[in-house]
């Protein structure tokens, strides 16, 4: 999901369209190369091992050629200036952590505002596993407060 709306977001701007005025990326995948230091060290992670993004990487894609491409590598950009305003959920124990962390802070860089949120002590899909976390209900609600803030 945090995927597919950095890249909808980037191919508009790219395609000279109109941008949505905001985006939230739950701990996004965003290089597809896998190669960052939380990938490395988290390669055996509960809910998303690399062996996993592996086996989804190829379902999704035609080749290694694919890899780069922006329509899935959407941190490989040269340019995320004109990107939306973005909140972007990171966790500790997520091999997924440097893509976002790595995202928000080109987008901030770049001048783009960014609310980041990050959750040190929690995995992958934490948000999803409201009834067994309930960090993931406070994510939600910081989301929320987020959006209320921006949304204009």
Known sequence: GGNLAAVVCQQAAMNGERTPDLQVLIY?????????????????????????MEYFLDLYTRGPDDIED???????????????????????????????????ERLSAEGVEVKHIQYAGQIHAFV??????????????DIAGWLKTVWR
Do not use: H
Not at 128 to 138: A, M
């Open 128 to 141: 999803n596993l409201c009834k067994v976390i309930p960090q993931g209900n406070d994510c939600i609600r």
């Open 70 to 104: 922006l329509r899935l590598s959407p941190l490989l950009r040269d340019t995320v200036a004109d990107q939306p305003r973005a909140c972007i959920v990171t966790s500790g124990f997520d091999p997924l952590r440097d893509d976002g962390d790595t995202y928000a």
């Open 28 to 52: 996004p995948a965003l290089d597809a190369r896998m190669i960052s230091d939380s990938m490395e060290e988290l390669w055996n992670a509960y809910i998303l091992p690399k062996a996993r």
